[in-house]
Protein backbone atom coordinates (compact mmCIF):
# COMPACT_ATOMS: atom_id res chain seq x y z
CA UNK A 1 0.00 0.00 0.00
CA UNK A 2 0.95 3.39 -0.74
CA UNK A 3 2.34 5.59 2.09
CA UNK A 4 1.88 9.66 3.18
CA UNK A 5 3.48 11.21 5.29
CA UNK A 6 0.57 12.17 8.29
CA UNK A 7 -1.68 15.45 7.43
CA UNK A 8 -1.60 17.02 10.88
CA UNK A 9 -3.27 20.38 12.13
CA UNK A 10 -1.06 23.59 13.63
CA UNK A 11 -1.01 21.79 16.86
CA UNK A 12 0.14 18.51 15.72
CA UNK A 13 -3.24 16.40 16.32
CA UNK A 14 -4.84 14.66 13.36
CA UNK A 15 -6.87 16.58 10.80
CA UNK A 16 -10.46 15.82 11.80
CA UNK A 17 -12.93 14.99 9.20
CA UNK A 18 -16.50 14.69 8.86
CA UNK A 19 -17.59 12.22 5.83
CA UNK A 20 -20.81 12.98 4.30
CA UNK A 21 -22.31 10.01 1.91
CA UNK A 22 -25.14 8.07 1.40
CA UNK A 23 -23.14 4.89 0.85
CA UNK A 24 -21.68 3.59 3.97
CA UNK A 25 -19.58 1.68 1.54
CA UNK A 26 -18.31 4.71 -0.03
CA UNK A 27 -18.09 6.09 3.28
CA UNK A 28 -15.62 3.23 4.76
CA UNK A 29 -13.49 3.81 1.40
CA UNK A 30 -12.90 7.35 2.47
CA UNK A 31 -12.23 6.87 6.12
CA UNK A 32 -9.94 4.06 4.91
CA UNK A 33 -8.09 6.95 3.14
CA UNK A 34 -8.28 8.90 6.01
CA UNK A 35 -6.35 6.60 7.91
CA UNK A 36 -3.88 5.95 5.76
CA UNK A 37 -3.14 9.78 5.87
CA UNK A 38 -2.71 10.14 9.65
CA UNK A 39 -6.73 11.54 9.94
CA UNK A 40 -9.28 10.99 12.46
CA UNK A 41 -12.60 10.22 11.59
CA UNK A 42 -15.26 12.75 14.03
CA UNK A 43 -18.20 11.80 12.39
CA UNK A 44 -20.30 10.64 9.84
CA UNK A 45 -23.44 11.63 8.41
CA UNK A 46 -25.44 9.76 5.16
CA UNK A 47 -27.11 12.59 4.08
CA UNK A 48 -27.00 16.54 3.99
CA UNK A 49 -29.64 17.47 7.15
CA UNK A 50 -27.61 14.89 9.13
CA UNK A 51 -24.47 16.48 8.07
CA UNK A 52 -25.62 19.95 9.49
CA UNK A 53 -26.42 18.84 12.83
CA UNK A 54 -22.82 16.52 13.03
CA UNK A 55 -21.17 19.68 11.65
CA UNK A 56 -22.17 21.95 14.64
CA UNK A 57 -21.50 18.76 17.16
CA UNK A 58 -17.65 18.38 16.48
CA UNK A 59 -16.96 21.28 13.65
CA UNK A 60 -14.78 19.12 12.19
CA UNK A 61 -11.34 20.46 10.36
CA UNK A 62 -12.59 19.13 6.93
CA UNK A 63 -15.53 18.12 5.18
CA UNK A 64 -15.99 15.02 2.68
CA UNK A 65 -19.43 15.66 0.87
CA UNK A 66 -20.85 13.68 -1.09
CA UNK A 67 -23.13 15.44 -3.69
CA UNK A 68 -26.44 13.36 -4.93
CA UNK A 69 -27.58 11.85 -1.02
CA UNK A 70 -31.58 11.59 0.08
CA UNK A 71 -33.13 14.05 2.29
CA UNK A 72 -30.98 16.89 1.25
CA UNK A 73 -28.11 17.28 -1.35
CA UNK A 74 -24.58 17.63 -0.74
CA UNK A 75 -24.78 21.27 -2.26
CA UNK A 76 -27.33 22.50 -0.24
CA UNK A 77 -25.90 20.96 2.95
CA UNK A 78 -22.65 23.17 1.63
CA UNK A 79 -24.41 26.30 0.83
CA UNK A 80 -26.23 26.17 4.47
CA UNK A 81 -22.61 25.01 6.57
CA UNK A 82 -20.67 27.76 5.12
CA UNK A 83 -23.49 29.93 6.01
CA UNK A 84 -23.51 29.71 9.19
CA UNK A 85 -19.54 28.72 9.91
CA UNK A 86 -18.01 30.77 6.50
CA UNK A 87 -14.26 29.54 7.46
CA UNK A 88 -15.75 25.62 7.11
CA UNK A 89 -13.80 23.84 5.00
CA UNK A 90 -15.50 21.27 2.02
CA UNK A 91 -14.79 19.06 -0.41
CA UNK A 92 -17.08 17.77 -2.38
CA UNK A 93 -16.71 13.97 -3.41
CA UNK A 94 -19.11 12.74 -6.39
CA UNK A 95 -18.95 10.36 -9.26
CA UNK A 96 -20.87 13.37 -11.23
CA UNK A 97 -18.12 15.39 -12.20
CA UNK A 98 -19.41 17.94 -15.14
CA UNK A 99 -18.43 21.35 -14.96
CA UNK A 100 -22.40 22.53 -13.67
CA UNK A 101 -22.01 20.38 -10.89
CA UNK A 102 -18.00 21.65 -10.07
CA UNK A 103 -19.06 24.97 -10.24
CA UNK A 104 -22.57 25.09 -8.15
CA UNK A 105 -20.26 22.83 -5.16
CA UNK A 106 -17.94 26.14 -5.86
CA UNK A 107 -19.64 28.65 -5.67
CA UNK A 108 -21.67 27.59 -2.56
CA UNK A 109 -18.59 27.84 -0.34
CA UNK A 110 -16.82 24.04 -1.19
CA UNK A 111 -13.11 24.28 -1.49
CA UNK A 112 -12.29 21.71 -4.48
CA UNK A 113 -14.31 18.58 -5.89
CA UNK A 114 -12.84 15.41 -6.61
CA UNK A 115 -14.36 12.52 -8.53
CA UNK A 116 -15.19 9.11 -7.31
CA UNK A 117 -13.61 6.50 -7.57
CA UNK A 118 -11.35 8.66 -5.38
CA UNK A 119 -7.81 7.92 -5.96
CA UNK A 120 -5.62 8.30 -2.72
CA UNK A 121 -2.69 10.20 -4.27
CA UNK A 122 -5.66 13.07 -5.89
CA UNK A 123 -7.18 13.32 -2.11
CA UNK A 124 -4.15 13.81 -0.11
CA UNK A 125 -2.91 16.48 -2.55
CA UNK A 126 -6.18 18.36 -2.19
CA UNK A 127 -6.49 17.57 1.39
CA UNK A 128 -2.49 19.49 1.70
CA UNK A 129 -4.39 22.36 -0.92
CA UNK A 130 -7.45 22.98 1.01
CA UNK A 131 -5.70 22.53 4.31
CA UNK A 132 -3.16 25.30 3.84
CA UNK A 133 -5.80 27.62 1.86
CA UNK A 134 -6.49 29.39 4.68
CA UNK A 135 -3.81 30.76 7.31
CA UNK A 136 -5.73 31.62 10.46
CA UNK A 137 -7.37 28.11 10.22
CA UNK A 138 -6.45 25.05 12.72
CA UNK A 139 -5.01 23.32 10.72
CA UNK A 140 -3.28 25.44 8.84
CA UNK A 141 -0.16 25.37 7.48
CA UNK A 142 -0.09 21.41 7.05
CA UNK A 143 2.86 19.63 9.21
CA UNK A 144 3.81 16.56 8.53
CA UNK A 145 4.18 14.11 11.03
CA UNK A 146 8.04 13.06 9.85
CA UNK A 147 6.88 9.41 10.01
CA UNK A 148 5.27 7.37 7.33
CA UNK A 149 2.14 5.46 8.12
CA UNK A 150 0.78 2.17 5.84
CA UNK B 1 -26.00 0.74 -31.87
CA UNK B 2 -24.69 4.52 -31.59
CA UNK B 3 -20.70 3.36 -30.45
CA UNK B 4 -20.37 7.41 -29.72
CA UNK B 5 -22.98 7.14 -27.29
CA UNK B 6 -21.39 3.42 -25.61
CA UNK B 7 -18.23 4.22 -25.46
CA UNK B 8 -18.08 6.38 -22.65
CA UNK B 9 -19.61 3.72 -20.91
CA UNK B 10 -17.26 1.36 -21.54
CA UNK B 11 -14.61 3.28 -20.98
CA UNK B 12 -15.80 4.44 -17.75
CA UNK B 13 -16.77 0.99 -16.32
CA UNK B 14 -13.12 0.17 -17.02
CA UNK B 15 -11.01 2.69 -15.65
CA UNK B 16 -13.74 2.60 -12.48
CA UNK B 17 -13.05 -0.70 -11.58
CA UNK B 18 -8.88 -0.91 -12.71
CA UNK B 19 -9.00 2.73 -10.12
CA UNK B 20 -11.24 1.37 -7.45
CA UNK B 21 -8.88 -1.85 -7.24
CA UNK B 22 -5.71 -0.04 -8.06
CA UNK B 23 -4.77 -3.29 -10.04
CA UNK B 24 -5.20 -3.61 -14.07
CA UNK B 25 -8.53 -4.97 -15.84
CA UNK B 26 -9.42 -6.38 -19.07
CA UNK B 27 -12.01 -6.30 -21.26
CA UNK B 28 -12.57 -10.09 -22.48
CA UNK B 29 -15.59 -10.19 -23.97
CA UNK B 30 -17.70 -7.96 -26.15
CA UNK B 31 -21.39 -9.09 -27.62
CA UNK B 32 -24.61 -7.68 -29.09
CA UNK B 33 -27.28 -8.55 -27.23
CA UNK B 34 -31.03 -8.35 -28.60
CA UNK B 35 -32.89 -10.75 -25.98
CA UNK B 36 -34.19 -9.81 -22.43
CA UNK B 37 -31.18 -9.68 -20.46
CA UNK B 38 -30.19 -12.45 -18.19
CA UNK B 39 -29.01 -11.68 -15.13
CA UNK B 40 -25.22 -13.36 -14.08
CA UNK B 41 -25.36 -12.08 -10.47
CA UNK B 42 -26.51 -9.14 -8.65
CA UNK B 43 -27.40 -6.47 -11.39
CA UNK B 44 -27.76 -2.62 -10.78
CA UNK B 45 -30.02 -1.01 -13.60
CA UNK B 46 -29.84 2.68 -13.89
CA UNK B 47 -32.04 4.35 -16.78
CA UNK B 48 -31.22 7.28 -18.51
CA UNK B 49 -33.94 9.96 -19.92
CA UNK B 50 -33.06 13.34 -21.83
CA UNK B 51 -31.17 13.82 -24.93
CA UNK B 52 -30.09 10.50 -24.99
CA UNK B 53 -31.64 7.45 -22.91
CA UNK B 54 -31.72 4.18 -22.78
CA UNK B 55 -30.05 1.89 -19.12
CA UNK B 56 -26.79 0.42 -18.22
CA UNK B 57 -26.93 -2.16 -16.27
CA UNK B 58 -23.84 -3.82 -13.94
CA UNK B 59 -24.22 -7.09 -12.94
CA UNK B 60 -21.52 -9.37 -10.78
CA UNK B 61 -21.66 -12.53 -8.79
CA UNK B 62 -22.38 -11.84 -4.79
CA UNK B 63 -18.59 -13.50 -4.66
CA UNK B 64 -17.28 -10.49 -6.45
CA UNK B 65 -19.13 -7.87 -5.01
CA UNK B 66 -17.67 -9.14 -1.52
CA UNK B 67 -13.98 -9.44 -3.07
CA UNK B 68 -14.37 -5.59 -4.37
CA UNK B 69 -15.71 -4.19 -1.31
CA UNK B 70 -13.53 -5.60 0.75
CA UNK B 71 -10.94 -4.32 -1.40
CA UNK B 72 -12.20 -0.99 -1.30
CA UNK B 73 -12.76 -1.12 2.66
CA UNK B 74 -9.25 -2.31 2.78
CA UNK B 75 -10.27 -4.78 5.36
CA UNK B 76 -12.48 -8.21 4.96
CA UNK B 77 -15.79 -7.09 4.76
CA UNK B 78 -18.34 -9.44 7.04
CA UNK B 79 -20.88 -11.13 3.99
CA UNK B 80 -24.55 -9.90 3.88
CA UNK B 81 -26.85 -9.33 1.39
CA UNK B 82 -26.98 -5.51 2.33
CA UNK B 83 -23.20 -5.52 1.51
CA UNK B 84 -23.34 -6.64 -1.74
CA UNK B 85 -26.50 -4.36 -2.64
CA UNK B 86 -24.77 -1.23 -1.32
CA UNK B 87 -21.22 -2.17 -3.76
CA UNK B 88 -23.16 -2.98 -6.92
CA UNK B 89 -24.72 0.31 -6.20
CA UNK B 90 -21.85 2.05 -5.41
CA UNK B 91 -20.05 0.85 -8.65
CA UNK B 92 -22.83 1.54 -10.85
CA UNK B 93 -22.85 5.09 -9.74
CA UNK B 94 -19.20 5.46 -10.39
CA UNK B 95 -18.96 3.73 -14.10
CA UNK B 96 -22.84 6.09 -14.54
CA UNK B 97 -21.45 9.44 -12.82
CA UNK B 98 -18.19 9.07 -14.53
CA UNK B 99 -19.93 7.93 -18.07
CA UNK B 100 -22.28 11.19 -17.87
CA UNK B 101 -19.70 13.09 -16.90
CA UNK B 102 -18.17 12.96 -20.62
CA UNK B 103 -21.37 13.28 -22.03
CA UNK B 104 -22.45 16.58 -20.34
CA UNK B 105 -19.28 18.18 -20.98
CA UNK B 106 -20.06 17.20 -24.61
CA UNK B 107 -23.47 19.18 -24.63
CA UNK B 108 -25.87 16.33 -23.74
CA UNK B 109 -28.82 16.85 -20.85
CA UNK B 110 -30.28 14.13 -19.47
CA UNK B 111 -31.74 12.68 -15.78
CA UNK B 112 -29.81 9.60 -14.62
CA UNK B 113 -31.97 7.84 -12.15
CA UNK B 114 -31.06 6.04 -8.95
CA UNK B 115 -30.07 2.39 -9.79
CA UNK B 116 -32.60 -0.20 -9.58
CA UNK B 117 -30.92 -3.50 -7.82
CA UNK B 118 -32.33 -6.86 -9.16
CA UNK B 119 -31.33 -10.16 -7.19
CA UNK B 120 -34.08 -12.40 -7.35
CA UNK B 121 -34.92 -14.62 -10.00
CA UNK B 122 -37.15 -12.94 -12.29
CA UNK B 123 -35.61 -11.62 -15.30
CA UNK B 124 -34.98 -7.68 -16.20
CA UNK B 125 -38.38 -5.58 -17.24
CA UNK B 126 -38.07 -3.16 -19.66
CA UNK B 127 -34.65 -4.74 -21.74
CA UNK B 128 -36.46 -7.09 -23.97
CA UNK B 129 -36.64 -4.78 -27.32
CA UNK B 130 -33.37 -3.19 -26.80
CA UNK B 131 -30.31 -3.68 -28.58
CA UNK B 132 -27.53 -3.71 -26.01
CA UNK B 133 -24.02 -4.15 -26.09
CA UNK B 134 -22.83 -6.34 -23.22
CA UNK B 135 -18.96 -6.57 -22.18
CA UNK B 136 -17.12 -8.70 -20.25
CA UNK B 137 -14.36 -7.04 -17.42
CA UNK B 138 -11.87 -9.11 -16.07
CA UNK B 139 -11.18 -8.00 -12.98
CA UNK B 140 -8.93 -9.22 -10.27
CA UNK B 141 -11.93 -9.62 -8.35
CA UNK B 142 -13.71 -11.47 -10.91
CA UNK B 143 -15.61 -11.30 -13.82
CA UNK B 144 -17.90 -8.12 -14.18
CA UNK B 145 -20.74 -7.44 -17.04
CA UNK B 146 -21.99 -4.56 -18.24
CA UNK B 147 -24.93 -4.35 -20.38
CA UNK B 148 -25.33 -0.97 -22.36
CA UNK B 149 -28.72 0.47 -24.42
CA UNK B 150 -28.50 3.82 -25.65
CA UNK B 151 -29.83 5.64 -28.16
CA UNK B 152 -30.44 9.67 -29.71
CA UNK B 153 -33.86 10.66 -28.34
CA UNK B 154 -34.43 13.17 -31.15
CA UNK B 155 -33.02 10.48 -33.74
CA UNK B 156 -35.71 7.86 -32.62
CA UNK B 157 -38.54 10.62 -32.93
CA UNK B 158 -37.48 11.45 -36.34
CA UNK B 159 -37.43 7.58 -36.77
CA UNK B 160 -40.85 7.56 -36.08
CA UNK B 161 -42.25 10.48 -38.12
CA UNK B 162 -40.63 9.00 -41.00
CA UNK B 163 -42.76 5.66 -40.42
CA UNK B 164 -46.11 5.83 -42.32
CA UNK B 165 -49.28 5.56 -40.20
CA UNK B 166 -50.95 2.21 -40.31
CA UNK B 167 -54.07 2.94 -40.07
Known amino acids: ?150 | MRMELIQPFINAADAVFAESLQAPTKIVDLEMDQEAYRRKGVAALIAIKGDIEGRVILDLSPEVALKVASQLAGTEVVASEQVVRETVCEMANMVIGNSVTLLNDQGFHFKVFPPEIHMEETGLAGSADTEALVICIETPCGNVYVNIAMHYLHRRRKERNTVPALD
Open chain 1, 1 to 150: MKQFAALLRKDNQPVRYLVVDDSVFARKNLIKMIEMFGGEVAGEAGDGLTAIAEFNRITPDIVLMDITMPQMEGIEAVERIVRQHPTARIVMVSSVGYQENILAALQKGAKHFVQKPVKPEVLYEILRYVLSDDPNAVGSPVAFAGEHRS
